[in-house]
């Protein structure tokens, strides 16, 4: 399995560290302190599996994660007059014991663009309706990822990435495979193909296996 790592900043009444937010297949990672914490709805929503250990370090409520906030530096994909670029935006994410906010902050030619949901999806979306003209973007994940997925065996799975670096056919490794969006059209162009893990979209944001 593989997953993608972002870089993050999270800030509570015991410090401001270092972190870091995983993006998997069903859901969110969150690693802080030597600590573990999961979100499996995209909705910000972080619990830990180990609640009596974790509540010396954190403010928890049962099991859920409270008091902090985390901002979260995310690439995203998109087009700009027809033309595939690739612009940083912060995500924002604070959890008091009974609210929360969130919010998705992009800079495009010197304006700040930001928007306020209650899950990723949303504010995707939101982001998506307020760009200016001259830019378009997907709302679903893989404005964030570069990936694509699709329906196979009653499940969803990677196939395959895009790679913002790497433009010519030589500098793609042999354990990797890149299609063109437009092959994306057809599902048979999935026929016969493997699972291959993904690769970096840029240095900073990294990628590894579980």
């Known amino acids: 399995m593989v997953k993608v790592k972002y870089s993050a ?10 972190a870091e937010l995983y993006f998997l297949k ?8 030597d600590c573990v914490f ?15 250990e974790h509540k010396q370090l954190f403010y928890l409520k049962d099991d ?11 690439p995203l994909i998109m087009t700009y007059d027809d033309e ?20 998705l902050s992009l800079d495009l030619d010197g304006k700040s663009y930001t928007v306020e949901g209650y899950n990723l999806q949303e504010l995707l979306y939101k982001m998506k309706k307020k760009l200016p ?33 790497e433009d010519d056919d030589e500098s793609v490794s042999s354990e990797s495979f890149c299609l063109e969006s ?11 193909l493997k ?6 979209i840029f240095n900073e944001y990294c990628l590894s296996k579980i």
Do not use: W
């Not at 999961?38 to 009596?52: E, I, L």
């Not at 994306?184 to 999935?190: E, G, L, N, P």
């Open 84 to 103: 595939e670029c690739v612009r940083e935006s912060i995500l924002f994410i604070k959890r008091q014991r009974n609210s929360y906010n969130n919010m």
């Open 26 to 33: 069903g859901g969110l990672q969150f690693n802080i302190r």
């Open 133 to 165: 003209k001259e830019y378009t973007m997907e709302s679903d994940f893989s404005c964030m990822l570069g990936v694509y997925s699709i329906e196979a065996n009653k499940e969803e799975d990677f196939y395959c990435f895009r790679n913002f670096e």
């Open 9 to 18: 900043i999270y800030t509570d009444n015991f410090g401001c560290e270092q």
């Open 38 to 52: 999961y979100d499996d709805h995209f909705d910000f929503d972080f619990y830990t599996k180990r609640p009596n």
């Open 182 to 192: 437009s092959d994306f059209r057809s599902r048979d162009a999935f026929d016969g």
């Open 195 to 200: 699972k291959y893990p993904i690769t970096y």
């Open 64 to 74: 859920e994660l409270i008091e902090y906030v985390m901002d979260v530096r995310i």
